[in-house]
């Protein structure tokens, strides 16, 4: 496979990552508290945080997949990387885009115990069979589509994220 090509078929893993921890918010949100609303801090339905962290795990478990340590590896790694994020994240929007502050075992509302239970099951979910389906779309279609499709996810999100964190403190 050539590299420009893996990483541009990385670049749609890295939006449907991204996409489905939106579905997932959105889901969780209304499932709590009955109401929609508009998860994360880019325009697009796509939270870059679970885009990152789906790569991150797909890159961890490429020869590791066993489901008890798929979920245990990923639940601590999942935690460390929100935990991470959401420091400059709130510095960055000036708030923190997500906040477990009533969640039971949770630290300073930035993480808590079954958010990351959740995560690790996510994270067999991403192994099982989100990474293998974005594998199997990869191979099908021909090198200039996923070429087109994946230089065209990175032009908008990048746009996205240049208008939400640079424009506003350029203006």
């Keep these: 496979m050539r590299p420009l090509f893996l990483v541009l078929s990385y670049v749609i893993e890295f939006t449907v990552c991204g ?6 918010e959105e889901a969780l949100e209304f499932a709590m508290f009955r109401e929609f ?4 801090v880019l325009h697009l339905p796509v939270l870059p945080i679970y885009g990152f962290g789906g790569l991150l795990l797909v890159w961890l478990f490429r ?3 066993h489901p008890a340590f798929v979920f245990a590896v990923s639940t601590v790694v999942t935690t460390v990387l929100e935990l991470a994020a959401s420091y400059p994240l709130e510095k960055a929007l000036g708030y923190l885009p997500w906040w477990y502050g009533e969640w039971p075992l949770n630290f300073e509302g930035r993480i808590s115990l079954l958010s990351s ?9 991403l192994v ?4 293998p389906a974005c594998r199997k779309f990869a191979a099908w279609a021909k090198p200039a589509r996923v070429g087109i499709l994946g230089t065209l996810l990175l032009a908008v999100i990048t746009a996205d994220a240049v208008a939400v964190f640079i424009l506003p403190k350029i203006g």
């Design 37 to 40: 609303s508009d998860r994360g």
């Design 63 to 65: 020869k590791h997949t």
């Design 19 to 24: 996409f489905c921890g939106w579905l997932y």
């Design 117 to 125: 239970l959740l995560f690790g099951g996510l994270a067999l979910l």
């Design 128 to 131: 099982n069979l989100v990474h």
